[in-house]
């Protein structure tokens, strides 16, 4: 299983960015979706998830009306738009998958990305 997350960069506040996760090596349509992230110094947070259809979908308090999850079935593929972006936002964003249900806890995620690293500067 390989998720491969991409899409990361330096951009300023207020600017966007899209975050793409491609996923191989399993049934990508039966599996609930998550994107979490770390800051330097703290723990990995939930940012948002979204179920194996794309109908159950849930965010950070943080990121709400800021940040949108989606999926495409046919492409394998999760992505994180990200608008609006503050300074807070900085870290390595991870995307995850889960044969369970889709939770705000990493420990209930079976496979992990590598990360991509969003900047942003105020």
């Known amino acids: 299983v390989q998720l491969q997350a991409s899409g990361g960069g330096l951009v300023q506040a207020g600017d966007s960015l899209r975050l793409s996760c491609a996923a191989s090596?399993?049934?990508?349509?039966?599996?609930?979706m998550g994107w979490f992230r770390q800051a330097p110094g703290k723990e990995r947070e939930f940012v948002a998830r979204?179920?194996?259809?794309?109908?159950?979908?849930d965010y950070q308090d943080s990121v709400k009306g800021r940040f949108t999850i989606s999926r495409d079935n046919a492409k394998n593929t999760v992505y994180l738009q990200m608008n609006k972006l503050k300074p807070e936002d900085t870290a390595i964003y991870y995307c995850?998958?889960?044969?369970?249900?889709?939770?705000?806890?990493?420990?209930?995620?079976?496979?992990w990305g590598q990360g991509t690293l969003v900047t942003v500067s105020s």
């Open positions: 090596g399993l049934a990508f349509s039966s599996y609930n």
């Open positions: 995850a998958a889960t044969s369970g249900p889709a939770t705000t806890y990493s420990k209930s995620y079976n496979y």
């Open positions: 979204i179920s194996y259809a794309g109908r159950g979908i």
